[in-house]
């Protein structure tokens, strides 16, 4: 399934971002070698990476 339809990203190029390290929209899209255009898919993207244990970027505490 789409997740962004503008960088035509499926699920499976989110969770992999997410599995390589990725922890906000931000930097999975960057992973993916995209960038968000409309925006509409990155509240989507952001349950997803958040779902799957990543803590949002401004929980993660700096090193
Ligand atoms: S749907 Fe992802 S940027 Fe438009």
């Known amino acids: 399934?789409?997740?962004?339809?503008?960088?035509?990203?499926?699920?499976?190029?989110?969770?992999s971002a997410a599995e390589n390290g990725a922890r906000d929209a931000a930097s999975a899209f960057k992973a993916c070698g995209a960038k968000p255009r409309c925006g509409r898919c990155l509240e989507e993207a952001t349950r997803m990476i958040t779902a799957m244990g990543a803590a949002p970027a401004h929980m993660v505490p700096a090193e």
């Open 1 to 15: 399934m789409y997740v962004c339809l503008c960088n035509a990203l499926k699920c499976r190029d989110i969770k």
